[in-house]
């Protein structure tokens, strides 16, 4: 069965720090890319941060120098370390695999920042 299975959500004060995890089965994951999505109220689902299967990595620009996506092949984990959290930062966050022209998601965690 494939599934990602994300954690680490919550609410946290602007300025403030949460890390999430994302465990994925069912997949190889070694050589899949791997990425956060974010989806706010009334807003459209956006990249936030995306890895490779060889660990280079983008950034949406609103979040460079504050989050860092990072993986671990031996456990089957991506993770999203976010740092100086803004409340703009507020929205359900998705995990998501892809190889090829094959896609999977998660069922999103919800992170909340308040000012």
């Known amino acids: 069965q494939v599934q990602l299975v994300e954690s680490g959500g919550g609410l946290v004060q602007a300025g403030g720090s949460l890390r999430l995890s994302c465990v994925a089965s069912g997949i190889i994951f070694r050589i899949s890319a791997m990425g956060w999505y974010r989806q706010a109220p009334g807003k459209q689902r956006e990249l936030v941060a995306a890895?490779?299967?060889?660990?280079?990595?983008n950034y949406a620009d609103s979040v460079k120098d504050r989050f860092t996506i990072s993986r671990d092949n031996a456990k089957n984990t991506v993770y999203l370390q976010m740092n100086s959290l803004k409340p703009e930062d507020t929205a359900v966050y998705y995990c998501?695999?892809?190889?090829?022209?094959?896609?999977?998601w998660g069922q999103g965690t919800q992170v909340t920042v308040s000012s």
């Open positions: 890895i490779t299967s060889i660990g280079s990595t």
């Open positions: 998501n695999g892809s190889l090829g022209a094959s896609q999977v």
